[in-house]
């Protein structure tokens, strides 16, 4: 097949290594044994950020980026124009950086344990390159602490090589989001319908049966709790799974691959993964038929 662009080759590259495929397959399979079925699920879901209604990985990548290029800024500095007393503030730009690279590093595992097998390699491969970008910050940083935070050549090299690594890691982080869609709000783009729509005869509807239809081409989710009727969107915010095929919970349905829940009432999320809400539909009962508009898509109240 004709690559074409260079994202398209490096992306085929790694996809095509199998020892990537076989040892990310492997490594997926434990996280989720260890973070997905165990007790420790609320500590995954606290880490993908659905509290904060927002993925936290990339919020904390930002940090290493930010202080690390802080970093060789002052390291230029300092070697070029001989401010050896900025010694002390590289070190703490630079720590600083490794720490947020490390709790970073963590939420990524915990986002990457839950993506799709085309993304599986690249967010590996992404993960590996990322972290060795920070052991060599961890070793620049050691060697300015032996040398009493004296700045030289030595200790301001594996920083440099490692900036580099840095950035290599994050073109591949950007390839995860903007050509493969890892972690996008799988209903960014949904719209109406606008004006009260009919669906289905309210008998048709069985009682407590999550039921998806598909009106005006936007795919809905009608639960049926007696007389009441919810109205949401039928696609999982988080990775896009049907949400006919949940399980009920009170007035919450609970996704069928990674269980986020998200409510009837208002689609917002109860629990995690999932960081965006699901649309939200308000319901009529008209003529013995169920009807519907849109109320909310994405973040935003519809104007209608
Ligand atoms: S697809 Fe992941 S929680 Fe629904």
Sequence with gaps: ??????????????????????????????????????PLRPLKNFANGSWLEHPLHPLLTDVPVGAWTVTILLYLAALLFGMNELGIAIALAMGLGILAALAAIATGFMDWMDVDPTELSIGFTHAVVNSFGTLLFIVAWALLFIAQWQVSVANFIPALVGYGVIAGGAYLGGTLVFRFGTMINRNAYRSGPKEFT???????????????????????????????????????????????????????????????????????????????????????????????????????????
């Design 1 to 38: 097949m004709q690559n074409r662009d260079f994202s398209e080759a490096l992306d085929a590259a790694i996809t095509g290594n199998r020892l990537n495929r076989t040892v990310s397959k492997k490594l997926q399979r434990l996280l989720n044994k260890i973070f997905l079925e165990g």
């Design 198 to 304: 009919p669906v289905v005869a309210f008998e048709d509807l069985a009682d407590n049966k999550p039921t998806r239809f598909v009106v005006q081409g936007q795919p809905v989710l009608l639960v049926r709790h007696g007389q009441r009727v919810y109205a949401i969107g039928a696609v999982c915010s988080h990775y896009g799974a049907p949400l006919e095929q949940g399980t009920i919970h009170g007035s919450t349905i609970e996704c069928p691959w990674h269980y986020s829940r998200f409510s009837l009432e208002d689609g917002s999320v109860k629990t995690g993964p999932a960081t965006a809400p699901v649309p939200l539909y308000e319901t009529d009962v008209k003529d013995d038929k169920i009807w519907i508009r849109v109320l909310r898509v994405a973040q935003t109240v519809s104007p209608h």
